[in-house]
């Protein structure tokens, strides 16, 4: 989707160490999710941001929606293989009830 | 709850055939969403669904397309005719929604369509 950008595109880390994949959204974000899809599968729900500023952790991840509620942060620490797959940003922007998924990021974690 | 079921799984049909996907949600979830996944566009929402009503329908290809939801626990997403470039895996899923917010989705498995 244009509306979500997500940088980077793929990123192949080493077991053990952090990372950080990133939204963006040229419009004010209503609400921001994060999903992780491993190939071939459906995606699972990690975490909603709805307030500027709000940060969520959930085990080693960590998503953080920024004060002006037009990017938000993914944040892996410690990397493990588990960890591979698909992240995807979704968000609902004030342009009204609709729902757009970002351009996907590709993590390789290798052991 | 069993989670979001659709089938088939897979779908292998020739051009020009008509193709149903069907997609049971999670019991008590008002909310219906069809995606659609490739390589080259990523995830795409075709249409969703709110209390079995349709709210947007604007990501639905063309007139090929179309999407249905009799009741609170079944939906099918049609294609007539098929053609290749409609060759993708499409996702069901089904969440809460109150107003303008989304809770979180819960994805089926998909269905991988390949048409020939």
């Known amino acids: 989707s244009q509306e979500l950008e997500q940088s980077p595109q793929s990123l192949i880390v080493q077991e053990g160490k952090n990372l950080t994949i990133n939204c963006t959204s040229s419009k004010t974000l209503y609400g921001l999710y994060w999903y992780k899809q491993k190939y071939g599968e459906g995606l699972i729900f990690l975490m909603m941001l709805q307030k500027g500023g709000e940060e969520k952790s959930h085990e080693k991840i960590t998503a953080k929606l920024d004060e002006k509620k037009q990017q938000s942060s993914l944040h892996i620490t410690a990397s493990q293989p588990s960890h591979a797959g698909i992240y995807l940003c979704?968000?609902?922007?004030?342009?009204?009830?609709?729902?757009?998924f970002g351009t996907g990021t590709s993590l390789t974690v290798i052991p | 709850d069993a989670g979001v079921i659709q089938s088939p799984r897979h779908e292998v049909t020739e051009m020009g055939q008509e193709v149903t996907l069907r997609c049971k949600p999670i019991?008590?979830?008002?909310?219906l969403f069809w995606y659609r996944q490739t390589m080259m566009r990523g995830l795409e929402l075709l249409i969703y669904?709110?209390?079995?009503?349709?709210?947007?329908d604007s990501g639905m290809p063309e007139d090929r397309f179309s999407a249905k939801m009799p009741n609170a626990s079944f939906s099918t997403l049609k294609i007539q005719p098929s053609e290749p470039r409609d060759s993708a895996v499409y996702f069901c899923?089904?969440?809460?929604?109150?107003?303008?917010?989304?809770?979180?989705?819960?994805f089926g498995p998909g269905t991988r369509l390949t048409v020939t």
């Open positions: 979704g968000a609902v922007t004030n342009t009204g009830n609709q729902f757009y």
């Open positions: 899923a089904s969440s809460l929604t109150s107003g303008s917010l989304f809770w979180e989705q819960y």
């Open positions: 019991s008590g979830h008002n909310s």
């Open positions: 669904f709110n209390n079995n009503v349709p709210i947007d």
